[in-house]
């Protein structure tokens, strides 16, 4: 019996990491095609000092590189207020401005604190949102998900994931496999 349950566990913790794996492989193939109607920078934590993560600087990086790039004319940044102020879509934004991004092309959605309510309140502040074309900027290991979520919202949503440490990316693409478990559920 112990035998049996040694090889479920030893199962299951490969399936885990084989599934991680996946997710940041697949995330990190994923290009933009063509132009989008907008950008969606999916929030991410801020330090105690108001600055943005890691996760959050990369993402934002990426966006206004694609923005620079013609991409969109448009760079949505989402998130609610965390554990400090400021909220990450002000993190982002303001991060997005030193980098020359300029405020017309910037929209906050200030509220949100999950991926389905980035999805939902950054397609609740855009008009015509079920028309839209839009290309969420996140983690690599975390593209598959937002897609989906993403796409409950937008007429056609695409993710493209940065990369930007792999301590970070391991921890963050275990956690993705436990998201996608729970969404499944739900």
Not at 83 to 111: H, I, N, R, V, Y
């Amino acid at each position: 019996m112990l035998r049996v349950t040694f090889r479920v566990i030893l199962t299951a913790i490969f399936h885990w990491f084989a599934g991680a794996f996946a997710l940041d492989t697949w995330g990190r193939t994923r290009n933009p095609d063509g132009v989008y109607d907008a950008i969606i920078v999916a929030g991410c934590s801020v330090h105690q000092d108001g600055k943005p993560s890691p996760a959050l600087e990369w993402r934002v990086r990426m966006a206004v590189d694609l923005w620079k790039q013609g991409t969109s004319p448009r760079v949505v940044f989402t998130g609610g207020l965390g554990d400090f102020p400021p909220t990450e879509a002000e993190a982002g934004a303001a991060l997005a401005a030193q980098l020359g991004l300029p405020k017309s092309a910037m929209t906050l959605e200030k509220d949100s604190k999950s991926t389905l309510q980035n999805a939902e309140y950054a397609a609740s502040i855009l008009p015509d949102a079920a028309q839209m074309r839009v290309l969420v900027v996140t983690d690599a290991y975390h593209v598959f998900r937002a897609r989906r979520l993403f796409a409950r919202f937008f007429r056609n949503a695409d993710a493209v994931g940065n990369t930007y440490g792999v301590w970070s990316r391991l921890k963050g693409s275990m956690r993705e496999v436990l998201a996608l478990v729970k969404h499944a559920f739900t």
